[in-house]
């Protein structure tokens, strides 16, 4: 497994980087008996610290867990402790796509922007509907079933996800709704 081990304006000792690795490599070898990447990031946010990881799966999903804590260890093992209950949840969902799947995810290459929020409080007519771009990065579309679009959203903790339909080769979102259940757009 590759590690990535950084930190925000913190310095990152070689005790620290190598209780990551042995904490997350135990972690992850109940999960996954594959080969994965792992980015740990740790930061300070006023007095506590900050520990957030993501962990590529090499069937193609992402895991990922963010902890605070007033101690930078402490902190890393809380993300580790929520990384494998996660994963611990999402263990025989994994394993049954893992004997579906034989090929990694493929990944398409889409263009993602940042656009400037409006000012609050304007009162005057824009001069052009047209939005600015902040920030223009390329992005992956995972080519899902729903089911793993569903399972990618709460493993990463994200909002929604925009992945193609394996089955129709659309393209589909998944979302969070406001009551607690998943949608889905299928169009």
């Keep these: 497994m590759r590690y ?9 000792g070689e005790a620290l980087q ?17 080969p994965t990447d792992a980015n740990v990031i740790f930061s300070k946010s006023a007095h506590e ?10 069937t193609g999903l992402n895991a990922s867990a963010k902890a605070h804590a007033t101690e930078i260890y402490a902190a890393f093992d809380d993300c580790v402790e929520k990384m ?9 969902r994994l394993k049954d796509h893992h004997k579906d ?5 493929e990944l398409l290459g889409a263009s993602s922007y940042i656009l400037a929020s409006d000012s609050a409080g304007d009162a005057e007519e824009p001069e052009t509907l047209q939005p600015i771009i902040v920030a223009e990065m390329e992005t992956k579309i995972p080519s899902l079933s729903v089911g793993e ?3 990618q959203m709460e493993l990463a903790g994200a909002p ?4 193609r ?13 406001e009551d607690g259940n998943i949608g889905w757009i299928d169009p």
Excluded: W
């Design 4 to 12: 990535q081990i950084t930190g925000k304006h913190i310095d990152i």
């Design 18 to 34: 190598t209780h990551v690795k042995n904490e997350l490599g135990s972690a992850l070898e109940k999960y996954s008996q594959r």
């Design 49 to 58: 610290y900050v520990c957030e990881a993501v962990v590529h799966l090499s």
């Design 84 to 92: 494998d209950k996660q994963l611990r949840r999402y263990k025989r």
């Design 101 to 105: 799947r034989t090929e990694p995810v």
């Design 149 to 151: 679009a569903v399972m």
């Design 160 to 163: 929604v996800l925009v992945f």
């Design 165 to 177: 339909n394996e089955k129709k080769d659309g393209l589909n979102v998944v979302y969070r709704r």
